[in-house]
């Protein structure tokens, strides 16, 4: 078994890989360790596989000296790397690489390398990769210079990291990494892979497949770049990808249609600020379970204006009545409502529907969501104090020692590990307002 650390050291799970049953367990081919499934603790507040990287803890300080993190598939791989002196390689336990994953990585740099078995399995979870990568990609656009370096490396058939250091070594397989691709040509390739391109009808499908792809990217800059390469690739002219690009995009528009016209009215329909606007409805209303706590939960909770403010009148005008003798919903006077914006959401409210099949439930869910927001956003905040910190200590690291800059270093480590604690606890309470 291999004990899997959290960030600062601490072991949170443990995790193994045992072969398919009937195999002997003398047997340590290539084969049937590829064939191996791994094993992990099961989930709890503490662990959770989606947001831990094994190998981490060991080799952070390698991954910012040599500022690239290589992310293999098992416990065995980022032994063997080790071993051989490779020592910026963590696994991702199992699974296709997650935002939440990608998001801690870049806290120590911002060039990731994947390193995938060449079988369809590992084809399977790089292609599920980049599709839970979508997130992370709309919240720091991953493909844009300054920020996370996405590359891929494919090793050959019937090799995974470890067996390629025994048999190729470690040159061979520095060599290799060297030679990664990024993840948009990796993800151009896979998709041609498909299709047969001498035939008409699969190059259509093709392209087909790839702008769906290229609608998703939220650069402009870097849509039209990708497009070039497609166009390549495929030898079709580029105003014909536009064109069926800017086709998938309008559809994508009519089913906003909605949304648009809401914005148009002066109206934010945002998910974090429908979420607000939610709570906002269970308070006019009086109902749910959690009634109480979003009453009590505190304007810091809402991030815009119009929502915070008609909030801080309904707590007003609640917590000077009896909860019991209050007449639901809750009426507010023209002149509690003096600026407009306030107004028009508190009329909206009102005439929508409270149209809530479980009263209980829908309080709930927007209570957990509305800690779940706040929380990230001070994962957001330390996170940004954190990479200030470690990027001090990174050029802490390369000026000439002395006691001053020991006890310095100190202060900064100190610093880091306390920030990375909170962090932690953070993320645990995080978890515990899953809806």
């Not at 016209?261 to 974090?272: H, I, K, L, T």
């Amino acid at each position: 078994m291999f004990p899997i650390k959290d960030v600062v050291g601490r072991t949170v799970g443990f995790g193994g890989r045992r072969t398919e049953e009937g195999s002997s367990s003398s047997a340590k081919s290539p084969a049937n360790l590829q064939s191996a499934k791994y094993i992990n603790t099961p989930e709890t507040k503490v662990y959770s596989k989606s947001r831990n990287i094994y190998g981490l803890f060991e080799s952070k300080n390698s991954i910012i000296e040599s500022d690239r993190a290589l992310v293999v598939e098992g416990y065995t791989d980022v032994v063997a790397l080790h071993q051989s002196g490779i020592n910026n390689a963590v696994a991702s336990l199992g699974t296709a690489l997650t935002a939440e994953q990608v998001e801690l990585l870049g806290r120590f740099t911002k060039n990731v390398t994947l390193v995938f078995d060449s079988d369809a399995a590992g084809q399977s979870a790089s292609l599920r990769g980049i599709e839970r990568l979508k997130e992370y990609n709309e919240r720091l656009d991953l493909y844009r210079e300054g920020n996370i370096d996405m590359r891929i490396t494919v090793l050959e058939e019937g090799f995974d990291p470890a067996d390629y250091i025994l048999k190729k070594g470690k040159e061979a397989f520095l060599e290799k990494v060297s030679s990664s691709v990024s993840m948009i040509d990796f993800t151009i390739d896979t998709v041609l892979k498909k299709y047969n391109l001498e035939n008409l009808s699969h190059r259509l499908r093709a392209a087909d497949e790839l702008m769906e792809f290229v609608s998703s990217l939220s650069s402009k800059i870097m849509q039209e770049e990708v497009i070039k390469k497609i166009s390549g690739k495929l030898n079709m002219a580029e105003n014909l990808l536009i064109e069926q690009l800017l086709k998938k995009m309008q559809k994508k528009t009519l089913h906003t249609l909605q949304e648009v016209q809401a914005q148009s009215a002066g109206y934010d329909v945002s998910p974090a600020r429908n979420i607000e606007v939610e709570a906002l409805k269970i308070l006019i209303n009086g109902i749910g379970e959690k009634f109480s706590e979003l009453l009590e939960i505190g304007q810091e909770y809402f991030r815009f204006e119009e929502t915070k403010k008609l909030y801080l009148i309904l707590r007003d005008i609640i917590n000077r009545e009896n909860r019991a003798s209050l007449n639901f919903p809750v009426q507010i006077s023209s002149d509690m409502l003096e600026e407009e914006p306030v107004k028009k959401l508190y009329n909206l409210i009102i005439f929508s529907p409270g149209d809530y099949s479980d009263y209980s439930l829908a309080s709930r869910e927007v209570y957990n969501n509305l800690k779940r927001i706040y929380i990230t956003d001070r994962i957001g905040e330390i996170n940004i104090q954190l990479k200030k910190m470690e990027n001090y200590l990174k050029s802490l690291t390369k000026m000439e020692a002395s006691e001053e800059l020991i006890i310095k270093r100190q202060k900064v480590e100190k610093r880091i590990k306390e920030l990375t604690l909170k962090l932690n606890d953070l993320e645990v309470e995080k978890r515990s307002f899953a809806s």
